[in-house]
């Protein structure tokens, strides 16, 4: 189901930003050619100059893998965030995936003269996201549980909250469009207070992690949490649009993963009659079918009401009067 882990380390080490990551674990380093000079990072070997270094050039076969010159251990970007973090080597791949492009930095190894470029969107500066839900403050943990959140949920979309600075109090969900970082959801812990990037409608919160999308059909939602409520209920390729209308952009993107078909599940209200309205102009390139729920959003069905949803889809028409089809899945 899951990319080889073969490929998701050489995506990790080939597009890992060193030097913000470096930062962000407080590692102090000192930039020479391709090459990042560190600290050795094993307790055992402790020195006043540093003697590791790990490359960085993309385009190198030795990227993201680090020497120590004094005590002759080498290792991967991977074991860093092991021995920093003291976690599994899946929870530092995941920590590690969360990251990349975070800067809005963004390449393929593959095609070494044709770096794409895309609009710079940064998380906010003050933003922190620790490995374990037990090291998030009281505030940030309670808003993350009560929306049946998981650890594993933060790592592998890298949410994150503000304590400090212009977004004190807020929770920050990262959206992505595939693997690039489009823009940025702020939620006030205990307030209705929603913020952002002016970049609403160009991402799908959740699709840096699709499943055979030549398969399974991409499900779209309006909200994150009903995204992840989603997920948890075991359905893949859930993403959520973040507003009422699908954007030519995000279409555009879900067109190129050659999806069988799209699932919309509006939420039940005006908003949702909107996003369906929106969607005519699409039906000539794909199938769209729409999946009607009785509780207010996907956030607030249950698996039984969701699972119903899903085996009783219509097929997108102006009106959307009750019509059978049958869908596979
Ligand atoms: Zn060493």
């Given amino acids: 189901m899951q990319k080889s882990t073969k490929t998701r380390i050489e995506r990790i080490f080939h597009n890992t930003d060193y ?12 930039e020479q050619g391709d090459s990042l000079w560190f600290n050795c990072i ?3 070997h402790k020195e006043s100059k540093p003697s590791t270094s790990i490359t960085f050039d993309p385009y190198s076969e030795y990227c993201g893998i680090f020497h120590c010159f004094g005590c002759k251990r080498s290792g991967t970007i991977v074991d860093i965030i092991r021995e ?16 990349l492009d975070y800067d809005g ?6 095609i070494k003269n044709n770096i794409k470029k895309i609009e710079k969107i940064t998380l906010p500066e003050e933003f922190t996201s620790p490995p374990t839900l037990e090291e998030w403050p009281t505030k940030y943990r309670n808003y993350i549980k009560k929306r049946n959140i998981s650890h594993y949920h933060t790592l592998k979309y890298n949410i994150g909250y503000c304590s400090e600075g212009k ?8 959206v992505t469009l595939g693997n690039n970082l489009v823009t940025w959801i702020g939620r006030h812990v205990n307030r209705k207070i929603i913020t952002g990037p002016k970049n609403g409608g160009q991402g799908l919160f959740g699709s840096n992690y699709l499943i055979k999308p030549k398969e399974y059909p991409a499900i779209l939602v309006e909200g994150w949490a009903d995204k992840i409520r989603m997920e948890n209920f075991g359905y893949d390729n859930v993403m959520s649009i973040q507003t009422n209308k699908l954007s030519e952009n995000q ?3 879900l067109l190129g993963k050659n999806f069988p078909y799209i699932v919309v599940i509006p939420d039940n209200d005006s908003g949702g009659k909107v996003l369906i309205d929106s969607l005519q102009k699409y039906i000539e390139y794909i199938p769209i079918y729409i999946g009607k729920i009785e509780s ?11 699972d119903y949803v899903m085996e009783n889809l219509e097929e997108w028409n102006p009106t959307c009067e009750e019509k059978e089809i049958d869908v596979e899945y």
């Fill in 42 to 44: 094993y307790p055992r």
């Fill in 296 to 306: 207010k959003d996907p956030g607030e069905s249950t698996e039984e009401e969701l």
């Fill in 84 to 99: 920093k973090y003291h976690n599994s080597f899946w929870e530092a791949l995941l920590w590690l995936e969360a990251r």
């Fill in 167 to 174: 977004y004190r109090n807020m929770i920050i969900i990262p």
């Fill in 105 to 110: 930095f963004i390449y393929d190894y593959n």
């Fill in 19 to 30: 030097r913000r990551v470096f930062k962000e674990i407080g590692i102090a380093f000192r």
């Fill in 251 to 253: 279409f555009n993107f």
